[in-house]
């Protein structure tokens, strides 16, 4: 495995105990708490340095952050939260992130694009406008985005070109259906963008579940780190979703086996330098 300590840019915890996650409801073998103790293990002898925690869309985004942030002065190695926020709201939005900035922890927010009904939400100027004020902050925005939603987010990103944006799971390939040709072409626009960053994570969920290969997953892999480069591309588990398919330590191994032969230099961008600068840790 790797010679050197990692940082994870996508992890979760949560624990159904303690709060409410509506989206677990039909996901029985998610449906239960999943705790740091369980990452930790789940790392086997992968030295983790530190990791960034996504939100999870709990029914109380506020007391989620307070949670996680509780966990984090027992774990130290939780470096960093990314937190729901509505960013469209006008006046009150800009009072809301001097809130979110005053946990240190919180390094960004996130707002499911690809769950919202309004496909066009990101193009709305109440929206910008809470976009472009997160450098206010120092902070950046975490993509929930499908491809079919590459478009709407290009025109968006256009207008917040002082904002930091990082695509999670590479914009969610349709691997299983072979979506390459239609993905490649839109994340490939977006990834001109000097501000556009981009996490190599949750690739392993959006092949067949019961029938994929690493060489399934290659072709975007590649494509991916092509287009971004080794300084705008960085490493994230997606632990637990992960565990549908795949062990956190095997997708780490398929990482290396993909870029096997890649300079020492590129696979420590990959996997800890990118996300240390991106996320200011």
Not at 27 to 53: C, H, Q, S
Not at 78 to 83: A, E, Q, V
Not at 200 to 228: C, H, I, Q
């Amino acid at each position: 495995m790797l010679d050197f300590p990692i940082i994870d840019s996508h992890f979760h915890i949560w624990d159904i105990h303690e709060l409410r996650y509506p989206w677990l409801d039909n996901r029985d073998a998610l449906n239960r708490p999943y705790l740091f103790a369980d990452y930790e293990a789940a790392t086997g002898d992968i030295e983790i340095e530190g990791a960034v925690y996504v939100e999870v869309t709990s029914t109380d985004y506020i007391k989620e952050v307070d949670w996680v942030s509780a966990q984090a002065k027992k774990h130290e190695k939780i470096k960093g939260i990314i937190s729901w926020c509505q960013l469209e709201g006008e006046a009150a939005i800009d009072a809301e992130l001097i809130r979110l900035s005053e946990n240190p922890l919180i390094k960004g927010v996130r707002r499911m694009l690809k769950k919202e009904p309004n496909t066009e939400l990101c193009l709305t100027q109440s929206f910008i406008d809470g976009m472009r004020l997160l450098p206010k902050y120092n902070l950046v925005y975490d993509m929930a985005i499908l491809p079919s939603l590459m478009d709407n987010a290009f025109i968006m990103m256009q207008q917040c070109p002082e904002t930091k944006f990082v695509l999670e799971h590479c914009g969610e390939p349709d691997i299983k259906n072979n979506g390459f040709d239609f993905w490649a072409e839109k994340i490939g626009r977006i990834s001109e963008l000097p501000n556009a960053y981009c996490k190599l994570s949750g690739f392993v969920t959006k092949a067949d579940p019961n029938n994929w290969t690493v060489d399934d997953l290659r072709p975007y892999m590649e494509y991916a780190v092509d287009k971004f480069g080794f300084d705008r591309i960085m490493f994230g588990s997606d632990w637990p979703p992960v565990t549908q398919v795949s062990t956190l330590y095997d997708w780490i191994g398929i990482i290396q086996k993909v870029f096997k032969g890649e300079t020492q230099s590129n696979m420590e961008k990959l996997f800890r330098l990118t996300a240390k600068s991106f996320f200011s840790l």
